[in-house]
T-cell receptor, first 114, second 111 residues
Framework: NAGVTQTPKFQVLKTGQSMTLQCAQDMNHNSMYWYRQDPGMGLRLIYYSASEGTTDKGEVPNGYNVSRLNKREFSLRLESAAPSQTSVYFC?????????????FGPGTRLLVL | KNQVEQSPQSLIILEGKNCTLQCNYTVSPFSNLRWYKQDTGRGPVSLTIMTFSENTKSNGRYTATLDADTKQSSLHITASQLSDSASYICVVSASSYKLIFGSGTRLLVRP
């Protein structure tokens, strides 16, 4: 099993450009998440999808959109990139049932917006 | 405001020594507390998850404790190895889907 995969690994954008970050998991997890990690700060939740067909805003959703394409895939789109969106983006998944479940993280996408 | 504070921010220890990392939180409601290990350039990896009723949980050389009354947790690493060099992140869950992350303690284990 590959676990959680993310593409691309690195990306440089100019202000105003758009892009989509891709995420896929092969663990049959029902929930998926997008986080951003900035220096000196904890990971912050951008959007999550509790199950296929649903998405909800997290702590910092402004400037982002998401699509839960199917159970395996959850994409994050930046419509008009801004320098403040320079960050490392992590996708995660978990199998949420009756008990707390660990989240499994992908390797991250490093995004620089000039 | 929901917050998770970790101390120290960074720590250097010699290989083979033990260390303890601290986590204080003000998160309500409280569902569970997690510790993650994050190697440089990688995604976090789960070490432990503790619910309100659990006050200690081990994962190999890692032992986490939880005092829900004082809202404190600690992660004890026994007989440290070079591979333990990483950031250790305390995470408090207010619900199944919303986790509050601390900024981490960066641990360096020297030979």
């Amino acid at each position: 099993n590959a676990g959680v995969t993310q593409t691309p690994k690195f990306q440089v954008l100019k202000t105003g450009q758009s892009m989509t970050l891709q995420c896929a998991q092969d663990m049959n997890h029902n929930s998926m998440y997008w986080y951003r990690q900035d220096p000196g700060m904890g990971l912050r939740l951008i959007y999550y999808s509790a199950s296929e067909g649903t998405t909800d805003k997290g702590e910092v959703p402004n400037g982002y959109n998401v699509s839960r394409l199917n159970k395996r895939e959850f994409s994050l789109r930046l419509e008009s990139a801004a320098p403040s969106q320079t960050s490392v983006y992590f996708c995660a998944s978990s199998l949420n049932r009756d008990r707390p479940a660990p989240q499994y993280f992908g390797p991250g996408t490093r995004l620089l917006v000039l | 405001k929901n917050q998770v504070e970790q101390s120290p921010q960074s720590l250097i220890i010699l290989e083979g020594k033990n260390c303890t990392l601290q986590c204080n939180y003000t998160v309500s409601p409280f569902s569970n507390l997690r510790w993650y290990k994050q190697d440089t350039g990688r995604g976090p990896v789960s070490l432990t998850i503790m619910t309100f009723s659990e006050n200690t949980k081990s994962n190999g050389r890692y032992t986490a404790t939880l005092d829900a009354d004082t809202k404190q947790s600690s992660l004890h690493i026994t007989a440290s190895q070079l591979s333990d060099s990483a950031s250790y992140i305390c995470v408090v869950s207010a619900s199944s889907y919303k986790l509050i992350f601390g900024s981490g303690t960066r641990l360096l284990v020297r030979p």
